[in-house]
């Protein structure tokens, strides 16, 4: 008979609610894991059965065809109605061989159908559950979603376990806290209602009766602690938008006073019209994670450091407290998820040599972000929302294995159904976890996704201005050939307004290249905006190919034109990268700095003009200074060198001091200890470092002017023939002709004035460059008729190039195409090009 308390459920829950109580007397529930000898699986522990005249084989080899082998070497679950089990001879099919009596297979009762459910992921695939059920009807959509919710709690068991004997050399059982201790009930919620059908051991663990129950699920909300309301909400509230899949371990307290944890896991299933309609969800004892007093008064300490935090910053440092001492940590660190970005809010240790190489140069670069796409196992354990621990030497990729070689822990933190960031926690020394540590961690996280949340709802217009901020600078520099750019920057500590310090690096034609730094007055979201269109302006100004004087004043009548009493400082710098020419124009900025091959430094005397948007008439003089390969040029804010207790001299004292005693080799280590350790700043810091290595092998270039004449493409091909045989290039000779027949052809047709061949010939690729009088960009056509008689020469030049583009020039626009060499061709044009200096 099947168990009834009188309360009303579901079909699917009355099914589950036999499985994991395991004495209903219809079914067998059991456990096998790997055994000490490789190649097979043991039966670990066994439940309920005594309606069934079967006992299920005791161990089971991978090498065998059995389900059990099958859906431990796939990863996928078996199920097998009673006709697909008679075709495989009734039984279960395990290895009786050498067994004692009554631990072989008996046959399976006609009617009975089989559930097998893998435990564990597939990195470390911990064993299968079997359920033997003796029902004709197979295992619908519902009662497989919570025999596979049911397998998760086992695997969480089972990894407890694992870790408990790692930890403490224990080894009581095969299972640990075992199934009868895992066994819970099962629940339906339909969130369009909050009506919920709980069965008796849901409610007996909630300890309300059954009788006493009301079907709301804020009856249970009303029994959990105060401090995990926030996450269970989240996922249960009626009227939310949960993610798909979720799990949870929470406390509650039972009548008596008694604090219990319980573990929730639960999916949500679509309704008719897509949206989500029915939660899943079953729900176990997890006394075997109760924390110790020590990690209690852990999660209570980072409560009331939360209750407090009023910004994103002092809840990732609340964080950090929390959870690196008390853990023995080696390092941690907090990030906020946007889009599919991660942006870092506070590295402990903040040291850049403490993280992995590819942290110091894409995490700590223009901003502290990175794509979650450069991590995918990060990207994987955010999609999934649970916490992942890997013991030590866990193969990861290199950013995750460096955070924590002796150990690492990764809290996608929760909040309003959703992944709002991630902790990572990790240590040096060998570190095991225990499961009373996978509690705490999944405490703190959701405790921090909530006050995340907070911050930026009291912080709004904070949030709003830095979003602005960081959506108007470079995230990542160009590559540069002869040099390596890098940048840093820091806001300020001291207030909550941001400031308008930017940066920029944009290269140029002729190898040139320009690097920018500028600082617009004061500190709010207006300074910011104006920020992002003094970049834009200048970056336009200088693509146009204006000398570095023009493209500053072009920028301070720009400013002077807006309607803003803010001004700006800047220095402009356009470095001709093969001859390590450089032309600063100064507009009110500090001055550059330079660290010399032989280790001196000195500061650039720049004559200065006024700061932009201050004089209409004025004048911004070219200064111009020769760069030896092996300098570094140093461009910074205020911010690094003035502060309330240190004087500007002395600041720019202390930064050529640190100039001089750092390794130009590592650019980016240079660019950190600039910026030096101090917590607090009162402005934004913002620093370029270029060091200028000069070219290997220098460019050649030839220019031919083309004549408007009846046969002018005939004389570009003509020259274009005689340059690439002087340089040895024939393979690539028909593709380069018809490349230059195209594009000159269409500047002779289609614009006025002077149109000019750049031929250069640079790191094994050759580019072939038309300047011409007209604004207009060319225009790729979408689709050619047969018919046409033209509109094929861009769909050309795309076939024949590696790249091509336009860019525009003062008063026109250069049309380009890169060709890419042989391999044979790229070293005799190495052999036979003019060295640096030469």
């Not at 470390?124 to 009662?143: E, I, N, S």
């Not at 550059?592 to 008439?617: I, N």
């Not at 072939?768 to 050619?784: E, I, L, T, Y």
Request: negative net charge.
């Amino acid at each position: 008979m099947a168990y009834d308390d009188g309360f009303p459920r579901t079909e699917a829950v009355q099914a589950v609610t036999a499985r994991l109580l395991g004495s209903s007397g219809a079914e067998l529930t059991a456990v096998y894991v790997p055994s000490d000898t490789d190649g097979e699986l043991q039966l670990a522990e066994m439940v309920g059965g005594s309606g069934i005249p079967h006992e299920l084989p005791t161990r089971y080899p991978l090498s065998g065809d059995s389900p059990v082998a099958a859906a431990f070497l796939t990863g996928l679950p078996q199920w097998l109605s009673p006709a697909e089990l008679a075709e495989r001879g009734g039984t279960a099919r395990g290895d009786s061989a050498g067994a004692a009596p009554g631990e072989g297979s008996a046959a399976v009762p006609a009617t009975a159908s089989l559930a097998v459910l893998p435990l564990g992921g597939d990195a470390h695939r911990l064993g299968c559950l079997v359920v033997l059920d003796r029902t004709g009807a197979a295992f619908d959509a519902d009662r497989r979603h919570l025999l596979e919710l049911h397998a998760d709690q086992v695997a969480a068991g089972l990894e407890a376990v694992a870790a408990r004997v790692k930890a403490h050399a224990e080894r009581q059982s095969l299972l640990g806290p075992g199934l009868d201790t895992l066994r819970g009930g099962a629940f339906t919620l339909l969130l369009a209602t909050g009506r919920m059908e709980a069965d008796a051991q849901v409610l007996a663990l909630f300890g309300i009766a059954p009788q006493e129950f009301d079907q709301r699920v804020e009856t249970l909300l009303e029994c959990t602690a105060p401090d995990d309301i926030p996450a269970l909400m989240s996922i249960v509230e009626p009227g939310g938008v949960p993610v798909t899949e979720q799990q949870l371990s929470f406390r509650i307290r039972r009548p008596n006073g008694e604090l219990r944890w319980l573990s929730l896991r639960c999916r949500v299933l679509a309704g008719p019209d897509g949206t989500p309609g029915r939660m899943l969800g079953v729900v176990a004892d997890a006394s075997y994670l109760r924390p110790s007093a020590d990690e209690v008064s852990i999660v209570q300490r980072l409560s009331a450091a939360l209750a407090g935090a009023t910004t994103t910053r002092d809840v990732s440092r609340a964080a950090v407290a929390a959870l690196r001492a008390p853990l023995d940590a080696s390092r941690v660190a907090v990030a906020e998820l946007e889009a599919d970005r991660l942006v870092v809010t506070v590295l402990d240790p903040p040291q850049p040599e403490s993280w992995p190489a590819s942290w110091q140069a894409e995490w700590r670069s223009e901003w502290p972000d990175t794509s979650c796409h450069t991590l995918p196992t990060l990207e994987g354990v955010l999609r999934g929302g649970h916490v992942a621990l890997w013991p030590p030497g866990a193969e990861l990729e290199p950013g995750l294995a460096g955070v924590g070689p002796g150990g690492l822990a990764v809290l996608p933190l929760p909040a309003d159904g959703r992944i709002v960031g991630v902790c990572l926690v990790g240590w040096d020394a060998e570190h095991r976890f225990g499961p009373e540590e996978r509690s705490l961690l999944t405490a703190t996280a959701g405790l921090v996704g909530q006050a995340l949340v907070r911050a930026h709802a009291l912080d709004a217009g904070h949030e709003l201005a830095t979003m602005l901020q960081r959506s108007l600078l470079p995230r990542k520099l160009p590559d540069l050939a002869g040099g390596e750019a890098v940048v840093r920057y820091l806001p300020a500590t001291v207030g909550l307004e941001v400031g308008g310090d930017w940066y920029d690096v944009i290269p140029l034609s002729d190898g040139h290249v320009a690097l920018v730094i500028g600082d617009v007055e004061g500190h709010s979201a207006a300074a910011a905006t104006i920020m992002g269109q003094m970049r834009t302006a200048i970056r336009a100004y200088a693509v146009e190919g204006h000398p570095p004087d023009v493209v500053v004043a072009h920028a301070n009548r720009l400013l002077l034109g807006m309607e803003t009493d803010l001004f700006a400082t800047c220095c402009y710098v356009d470095l001709d990268m093969e001859e390590g020419i450089a032309w600063f124009v100064r507009a009110g900025h500090l001055p550059p700095l330079l660290r010399l091959p032989d280790g001196s430094t000195v500061e650039v005397a720049v004559e200065g003009g006024p700061p932009l948007g201050v004089a209409a008439e004025g004048e911004f003089p070219l200064t111009e200074v020769g760069l030896a390969p092996g300098t570094v040029l140093v461009l910074l804010t205020d911010g690094l060198a003035e502060s309330a207790s240190l004087v500007l001299e002395d600041g720019i004292r202390r930064v050529r001091e640190v100039l001089a005693a750092a390794d130009p080799a590592d650019a980016g280590r240079l660019a950190d200890d600039l910026l030096g350790s101090a917590k607090r700043r009162d402005d934004d810091v913002a620093v370029l470092v270029l060091r200028y290595d000069g070219m290997r092998v220098r460019p050649t270039r030839a220019r031919w002017t083309v004549w408007r004449l009846p046969d002018a493409v005939m004389h570009a091909r003509r020259f274009t023939s005689r340059t690439l045989r002087q340089w040895q290039i024939t393979q690539e000779m028909d593709v380069a002709l018809l490349v230059v027949s195209e594009l000159v052809t269409n500047a002779i047709a289609h614009t006025q004035g002077e149109v000019q061949l750049d031929l250069t010939l640079a790191a094994g690729r050759l580019r072939v460059a038309v300047n011409d009088g007209s604004p207009r960009a060319p225009v790729k056509p979408a689709s050619v008729d047969w018919e046409a008689t033209g509109g094929r020469g861009l769909l050309l030049v795309e076939a024949m190039s590696m790249a091509w583009g336009s860019v525009p020039l003062s008063g026109g626009k250069q049309v380009w195409s890169e060709i890419r060499l042989q391999p044979d061709e790229q070293r005799a044009q190495e052999a036979t090009a003019e060295p640096p200096g030469g």
